[in-house]
């Protein structure tokens, strides 16, 4: 079964430490994207990434880095956590070649993350 | 700006009823939308797409309609059941300034419960 591994389900971090979200996929799929999901905002594109050591910012990348040294791998950086960044944050990954079926996007079930 | 945008946060519909969730959209540039389905403490899951050549897209219960005048479109459950309710994301594309990422653009989302 093909799948996006998120490896925490849940973090509490403090306000301003430096914090890892890692995302992995076993699909050999070249896209990769961080979303992050917030009660009436809907998902928002914090980054996404198309090739390894390529990355692309989206709508909402203040405060965020990427990292994709790896085709498998996509690691968000927030630089200082801030309460602010409390959200729940979601990875996704696609394949160009499925966009005449649905995208191919495939999502992580989730990173709730807590800053404090 | 918010280019996907579903105004109704909440939907509530008896068991066996027909759900019909909206969203609308402002660029005219997307010609593919998909709905994902997403249940708490899970990553989004495909539902339904369409590609903007048609006006209408059927898979069992769900239906995808889309207005493209109008700029609007709509997904169809019937009968609705209680396991459909979720939170329901619209989302869209524009192949052609996206190319080779598939980046997808969400609504909001709306929450629907289905009663028994």
């Known amino acids: 079964d093909v799948k996006v591994t998120q490896s925490s389900r849940y973090l509490v971090k403090r306000t301003g430490e430096k914090v890892f979200l890692e995302c992995v996929q076993d699909m050999d799929h070249e896209n990769m994207f961080w979303y992050r999901q917030d009660p009436g905002l809907g998902l928002r594109l914090i980054y996404f990434?198309?090739?390894?050591?390529?990355?692309e910012k989206g709508d909402i990348p203040e405060g965020y880095s990427v990292s994709r040294e790896k085709k498998e791998r996509f690691s968000l950086i927030l630089e200082s956590a801030s309460t602010n960044q409390t959200s729940m944050y979601l990875c996704?990954?696609?394949?160009?070649?499925?966009?005449?079926?649905?995208?191919?996007?495939?999502f992580g079930s989730g990173t709730r993350l807590t800053v404090v | 700006d918010q280019q996907v945008k579903q105004n109704s946060p909440s939907l509530s519909v008896q068991e066996g009823r027909i759900s019909i969730l909206n969203c609308d959209y402002t660029?005219?540039?997307?010609?593919?939308f998909l709905w994902y389905k997403k249940y708490p403490a899970e990553g989004p899951t495909f539902l339904i797409s369409?590609?903007?050549?048609?006006d209408k897209n059927e898979d069992g219960r769900f239906t995808v309609f889309l207005n493209k005048s109008a700029k609007h479109l709509s997904l169809h459950i019937v009968p609705s059941q209680p396991g459909d309710s979720a939170v329901y994301f619209c989302a869209a594309s524009a192949a052609k300034r996206s190319g080779n990422t598939g980046k997808l653009i969400f609504g909001q989302g709306t929450t629907l419960q289905v009663k028994p």
């Open positions: 996704a990954s696609s394949s160009p070649g499925q966009r005449d079926l649905n995208y191919g996007y495939t």
């Open positions: 369409i590609s903007s050549i048609k």
């Open positions: 660029n005219s540039m997307f010609d593919y």
């Open positions: 990434s198309y090739d390894v050591k390529m990355k």
